[in-house]
């Protein structure tokens, strides 16, 4: 019993510091993204290249992830991946201060996204693997509170600083000092964690089983969330260009957007881990309808609509990584990039149609991203019978 108490102890340690990492790199890269649609606006791009550049830095951010994961799974030199991702992740987001014109901002932002690609798979299988420990949900969860409070203090911070001194310039310089912390604390984590911890089993990525089945349609299911769930570079552009909300007030409801998903994660990753699965397909019927309160609602009702936005993609980043993990056999750095680069190229089209359609129609971009989340929900339920049938 008290090896066993260590364990858990040492699963939660590890879990808490990768989530105050997390906390700083959600800080910086999030600090900036709340304000990245207008940013490129004020370099003269339109709504279609907003959308475009969103959908092609997450196209590349996730994927990525399938060819990082089975890089560290191949060479095994997990610490090495993370590390080199992180400073690529933390370093292109202050770096645009130095950005001239449209397209130079456009590249360090996919360049931060191609930075979360190489280092996210490895984190989120040792998430997993301290899940075993502790509970998939709770381990996720709690690193997504930790992510999402960074995330929320991050776009304030700019906000306060767009208010005081109305500069893009100086609000992504200052972001380098919560940069530079998250790339220390990772040093921290690493004398906790070794590459053998991780180095998993020389089997397929998934064996052929009821489990494997349960994968396949979570990450069809996955797919259409990520091609419905419009991105905040587009959201931040709509609010300024339609004068929703002032634009120094755009990283404001970002954050409210983030301390919603932060403390639905925790609570909701506890609740995964009692109630099971069930719990995600009640989280994402909800957050499916955030689209017609942020494009056609006014500033009180489009505040609603980023409470629901957040709490999406709250759960995307944590439950449904939960809900995952226990379907995948082995090598799980692998695994959990395949599924982020299928999530990633339905995102990227996603993004380009609604950028394109918010140019054209904005009933039509709501139908679109209203209805390819609805379409998700009944694969949530097919996977998670498919993977308590296993169980």
Request: charged share 10%; net charge positive; hydrophobic share 55%.
């Amino acid at each position: 019993m008290a090896k066993e108490n260590r364990t858990r102890s040492a699963a939660l340690r590890f879990v808490l510091i990768i989530g105050v990492a997390n906390f700083f790199a959600d800080f910086t890269y999030e600090g900036a993204r709340g304000v990245i649609g207008p940013f490129l606006g004020s370099l003269g791009a339109t709504g279609a290249i907003v959308g475009f550049v969103a959908g092609l830095g997450e196209l590349i951010g996730y994927g990525l992830r399938s060819v990082s994961g089975y890089l560290a799974d191949r060479t095994r030199r997990y610490w090495l991946v993370t590390f080199i991702g992180y400073a690529i992740n933390m370093l292109a987001v202050p770096a645009l201060a130095l950005a001239g014109n449209w397209l130079v901002g456009a590249g360090l932002i996919i360049a931060e996204r191609t930075g979360r690609a190489i280092r996210k798979p490895v984190v989120e299988a040792m998430l997993s693997h301290s899940g075993k420990r502790i509970g998939a949900g709770w381990a996720f969860g709690l690193n997504e509170a930790l992510d999402q409070g960074g995330a929320m203090l991050g776009p304030v911070i700019v906000a306060l600083v767009l208010f005081r001194q109305k500069s893009y310039q100086n609000a992504f310089g200052l972001l380098l000092i919560s940069a530079l912390i998250c790339l220390g604390i990772i040093g921290i984590a690493r004398m906790f964690h070794s590459d053998k911890q991780e180095s998993g089993a020389a089997a397929d990525v998934l064996k052929p089983s009821h489990q494997s089945k349960a994968y396949w349609i979570y990450l069809a299911a996955g797919a259409l969330i990520a091609a419905g769930f419009a991105d905040f570079s587009l959201i931040g552009f709509h609010f300024a260009k339609a004068s929703v909300v002032p634009e120094r007030a755009i990283p404001g409801y970002y954050a409210v957007a983030m301390g919603t998903g932060a403390v639905g994660s925790l609570f909701f990753g506890r609740l995964l881990d009692r109630l099971g699965a069930v719990v995600i397909i009640f989280i994402f019927l909800g957050s499916a309808f955030f689209a017609p309160l942020v494009f056609f609602g006014g500033a009180i009702v489009a505040f609603v609509g980023m409470a629901l936005w957040g709490l999406g993609m709250g759960a995307q980043d944590s439950l449904l990584k939960a809900v995952l993990a226990p379907v995948i056999s082995a090598k799980q750095s692998s695994a959990f990039g395949l599924f982020d680069t299928a999530y990633g190229i339905a995102w990227f089209i996603g993004s380009a149609v609604m950028g394109l359609l918010y140019d054209v129609s904005k009933l039509g971009l709501v139908v679109f991203a209203v209805l390819l989340q609805l379409a998700a929900l009944p694969l949530f339920v097919l996977a998670n019978q498919r993977a308590a049938n296993r169980s």
